[in-house]
Nanobody
Framework: QVQLVESGGGSVQAGGSLRLSCAAS????????MGWFRQAPGKEREGVAS????????SYADSVKGRFTISQDNAKNTVYLQMSSLKPEDTAMYYC?????????????????????WGQGTQVTVSS
């Protein structure tokens, strides 16, 4: 049973930083892609960042480029999302997800439908 557990969310003032963690367990081998997604109330889910676990290649949504960094620690089966220069519009529930789909590629790795497994989410609230 694959399980993804997020942690590290919380409340922060605009301009601040947070680091989210996603611990994966139950996998045989390693998922091809890991991603972070977010959903704010009344808005559609948005792909934020992804990482190809094979070589660490990353992709980012335009809205977070230069502010967020996704990374992985394969020894710990953990993926991180370092968020800096946070803005109120970054307020959302953040979800970690894993994909084994052969259709997932760097150009489509922020598409949620390609991800097989999802965590429960961790709330990030940024106040102005």
């Amino acid at each position: 049973q694959v399980q993804l557990v997020e942690s590290g969310g919380g409340s922060v003032q605009a301009g601040g930083s947070l680091r989210l963690s996603c611990a994966a367990s139950g996998y045989t081998g390693r998922p091809r892609y890991m991603g972070w997604f977010r959903q704010a109330p009344g808005k559609e889910r948005e792909g934020v960042a992804s990482i190809y676990t094979g070589d660490g290649r990353t992709s980012y949504a335009d809205s977070v480029k230069g502010r967020f960094t996704i990374s992985q620690d394969n020894a710990k089966n953990t993926v991180y999302l370092q968020m800096s220069s946070l803005k109120p519009e970054d307020t959302a529930m953040y979800y970690c997800a894993a994909s084994n789909s052969p259709l997932t590629s760097s150009t489509r790795s922020l598409q949620g439908y390609l991800y097989n497994y999802w965590g429960q989410g961790t709330q990030v609230t940024v106040s102005s």
